[in-house]
C-alpha cells in the first residue's frame, strides 16, 4: 500500500504523451495538488481493503482467522505514501501546484534533483541494513526470531531531514555568492541556485541584471573560487510592439505562473515575427519534459497567428 500510493501520483505523467501544453496544465497538478492526494490515497486505500476482503482468510490460530483490512488503516497508510511523495517533489525545484484547481501557484524549493542518488542510497540503506542486522541476530541467537526494523527507519528520516537541511544551506550560500559579484561589469539583480545530482557543494547559479541573464558554475567545496566572469550571457530583448502584444496573451500568462526565470526572444522569420518565452533555470540542451517553452508567431500586421506550447527536447523545437 505504502509503495503503490507513493507512486500513484505521478500517473499524471501520462499527459507528456499528449504534448506539452497537456503536460504543463496536468503534471504535478491534478494528482499532486491537495484535494488530489487525497482522492488517491482513498482511492488506493479503497483498492486494497476490495482486494483483501476477495483473498482467502487466513488463520491466527486454529479457531481464530485474520480480521478484515479496515479502510481507516490502509488509509492512514496511504496517506504517509502520497505526503511523502509530495514532499520530496516539493524539494525537487519543479515544484507542484499543491491548491489546484482553485489557485494555479506553483510551491517548490530547488533543493535536489528529479533523481537524487544520495536519497536513493538513504532509502535503500534503511531498507537493507535492517534485513541484515536481523539475519546476523538470528544467527547469533540460534534462530530466535525478533522483530525489527522501526529504529532504522527513524534513523533513515532524520538522515534524509538532515540531508535536506543541508542541502537548503549550501543553496542559501550559493544564492549569496551570485548576488555578491558582477558579471561582466553588471550588477546582479536577483539570482536563483539549482541543484546538481552528484553533490551538494556544486550548483548552477543564474543571475538577473538589467539587460542579461548570467549563468554561471558555483562551487562551493573548500578550496574553489567563483569566477563570475566565466558566466554566459543571455541578453533579454529590446522592447518591441511583437513582444508586448505576444506578453499580454493568455498563453504568456499561463506560461509566466511555471516560468521562473523567463526569457524572451524576438525573430524575423518569413516576414512574420516569432517570439519564444523560455525558463531560464533549465539549462540550455536539457531533455527533462519539465523543460517547456511558448512560441507565438506574430503577423507582420501584429495578429497573433499562433499559440504553441513545445518540450525543448523535441527533436525540432
Known amino acids: ?30 494528482l499532486h495538488s491537495m484535494i488530489g492526494l487525497a482522492v488517491t490515497a482513498a482511492a488506493v486505500a479503497s483498492l486494497f481493503c476490495l482486494l483483501d476482503r476477495r483473498m482467502p482468510k487466513k488463520k491466527i490460530t486454529q479457531t481464530a482467522i485474520a480480521q478484515p483490512l479496515g ?12 505526503a511523502g511523495h ?3 517533489d516539493l524539494f525537487s525545484g519543479t515544484g507542484v501546484q499543491l491548491l489546484w484547481p ?31 542486522f536481523k539475519l546476523v541476530n538470528e544467527e547469533v ?25 543541508f542541502r537548503v544551506h549550501m543553496r542559501v550560500r550559493a544564492v549569496d555568492l551570485l548576488l555578491s559579484r558582477e558579471y561582466h561589469g553588471r550588477v546582479a539583480l536577483s539570482g ?3 541543484p546538481e545530482p552528484l553533490t551538494p557543494f556544486e550548483w548552477r547559479g543564474v543571475a538577473v541584471t538589467d539587460n542579461t541573464i548570467e549563468e554561471a558554475d558555483v562551487p562551493l567545496g573548500a578550496g574553489e573560487d567563483f569566477d563570475p566572469n566565466s558566466s554566459v550571457t543571455r541578453y533579454k530583448p529590446e522592447d518591441s510592439p511583437q513582444l508586448e502584444l505576444a506578453e499580454k496573451s493568455a498563453a504568456a500568462a499561463r506560461f509566466l505562473e511555471y516560468a521562473r526565470l523567463p526569457i ?39 495578429q497573433i497567428r499562433s499559440e504553441q506550447f513545445l518540450f525543448a527536447s523535441s527533436p525540432n523545437p
Open 86 to 88: 509530495a514532499l520530496l
Open 192 to 194: 536563483e541556485a539549482f
Open 71 to 82: 479502510f481507516g488503516s490502509a488509509l492512514a497508510i496511504c496517506a504517509i505514501g502520497v
Open 264 to 302: 524572451a526572444s524576438v525573430r524575423r522569420i518569413e516576414g512574420d515575427y516569432r517570439v519564444e518565452v523560455r525558463d531560464a533555470r533549465f539549462p540550455e540542451n536539457d531533455d527533462e519534459p519539465a523543460d517547456i517553452f511558448l512560441r507565438i508567431e506574430v503577423a507582420d500586421n501584429l
Open 141 to 165: 541467537t540460534s534462530g530466535k526470531k525478533k522483530r525489527s526494523g522501526g529504529t532504522a527507519a527513524i534513523v533513515t528520516l532524520l538522515l534524509l531531514a538532515g540531508y535536506f537541511g
Open 102 to 132: 482553485f489557485h494555479t501557484h506553483w510551491y517548490g524549493w530547488d533543493v535536489a534533483t528529479n533523481f537524487d542518488p544520495w536519497v536513493l542510497t538513504l532509502l535503500v540503506a534503511g531498507l537493507l541494513l535492517p534485513l541484515l
Open 1 to 30: 500500500m505504502l509503495v503503490v500510493a507513493g507512486l500513484a501520483p505521478d500517473l499524471d505523467y501520462a499527459s507528456y504523451f499528449v504534448g506539452a501544453s497537456a503536460f504543463l496544465r496536468f503534471h504535478r497538478s491534478v
